[in-house]
């Protein structure tokens, strides 16, 4: 199985940023757990702050793993673009998020991204990308 983890703006900086929301473990380390923990599992692995980046590599793993965990970060409430990469693709896609972004600041409770998704996981924290990965195991068997 071949999953895609595409993260977008600014979380590069996991364990740097905002630690109070968003923890003190970078995405290095988190991907270094999934590879341990799902061994049988190829990841990719994509991060950029550029929307159309994010756009490119949407189409450009969409049509070639078993899944897609996704983290739009910003752009998840200002990119119908990457809404629409997403339509588009056949893989399976989850999006993640760290913080609960209906706890935080108006603009960031709607989603571009929500309604052409499988699922979301919200507020969980990195662990939220350990789900993601599991509910895409379970729909390969």
């Not at 990719?44 to 159309?52: A, K, M, P």
């Not at 056949?90 to 600041?105: D, Q, T």
């Amino acid at each position: 199985m071949k999953i895609a983890i595409i993260n977008g703006p600014n979380l590069n900086l996991l364990g740097k940023r905002e630690p109070g929301i968003y923890g003190n473990e970078s995405f290095d380390s988190c991907l270094e757990k999934l590879k341990v923990n799902f061994s049988s599992v190829e990841f990719v692995y994509f991060q950029s702050n550029v929307e159309g980046e994010l756009v490119n590599a949407i189409q450009q793993y969409g049509f070639s793993v078993d899944g897609i965990v996704i983290n739009p970060a910003a752009y998840t409430h200002t990119s119908i673009a990457i809404g629409d990469a997403i339509a588009a693709v056949k893989a399976s896609v989850v999006e993640v998020h760290i913080s609960n972004l209906h706890s935080r600041e108006e603009f960031r409770k709607h989603s571009y991204v929500s309604a052409v998704v499988n699922g979301s996981i919200i507020g969980l924290g990195l662990m939220g990308y350990e789900l993601a990965v599991r509910w895409l195991i379970d729909q390969t068997r």
